[in-house]
């Protein structure tokens, strides 16, 4: 049985009076990958804001191996160090590599020494074949390979 990374229970969140989400349920194990698919204006964004702490859920809980962190007294950093959020919209340093977009990040937020986010950022640049294009300037790969990168 895989552990339970995420799970989110009855999340509920209003702008006023409009109800955007309501009742909303699931569950991300480890090793899964999940796709979140609706019309425009179903509340797909304003979820994926809950869950990443952008916006405050009206209801629910969201556990993070177990801990509500939807709750008060949250380090919303610290949380966020750990789930990340790939927006439609995003933007790549232009004047550095593919290598560096993904170290700068690693080194800036994380803390961590330029060879780690080196060794960190190869890894993952191989297990989305975009190891070749290390040393490209954005302007030089096609959009998808810039979500990718990114």
């Given at each position: 049985?895989?552990?339970?990374?995420?799970?989110?229970?009855?999340?509920?969140?209003?702008?006023?009076?409009?109800?955007?989400?309501?009742?909303?349920?699931?569950?991300?194990?480890?090793?899964?990958?999940?796709?979140?698919?609706?019309?425009?204006?179903?509340?797909?964004s304003t979820l994926l804001r809950c869950v990443n702490l952008l916006e405050t859920p009206s209801s629910g809980q969201i556990l993070?191996?177990?801990?509500?962190?939807?709750?008060?007294?949250?380090?919303?950093?610290?949380?966020?160090?750990?789930?990340?959020?790939?927006?439609?919209?995003?933007?790549?340093?232009?004047?550095?590599?593919?290598?560096?977009?993904?170290?700068?990040?690693?080194?800036?937020?994380?803390?961590?020494?330029?060879?780690?986010?080196?060794?960190?950022?190869?890894?993952?640049?191989?297990?989305?074949?975009?190891?070749?294009?290390?040393?490209?300037?954005?302007?030089?790969?096609?959009?998808?390979?810039?979500?990718?990168?990114?």
């Open positions: 049985m895989s552990e339970n990374i995420l799970e989110i229970r009855h999340l509920g969140k209003s702008f006023g009076t409009h109800e955007v989400l309501r009742d909303i349920d699931f569950t991300v194990k480890k090793g899964d990958v999940i796709s979140i698919i609706g019309a425009s204006g179903s509340g797909k993070y191996h177990g801990t509500d962190v939807a709750g008060r007294g949250v380090n919303a950093p610290e949380y966020r160090s750990h789930v990340g959020m790939m927006f439609q919209s995003f933007n790549l340093f232009n004047n550095m590599s593919v290598l560096k977009n993904c170290m700068v990040g690693q080194m800036k937020v994380l803390k961590r020494s330029k060879e780690e986010a080196r060794q960190q950022a190869l890894k993952y640049l191989e297990k989305v074949g975009m190891a070749p294009y290390i040393n490209a300037k954005p302007r030089q790969i096609s959009g998808g390979q810039k979500q990718r990168v990114a």
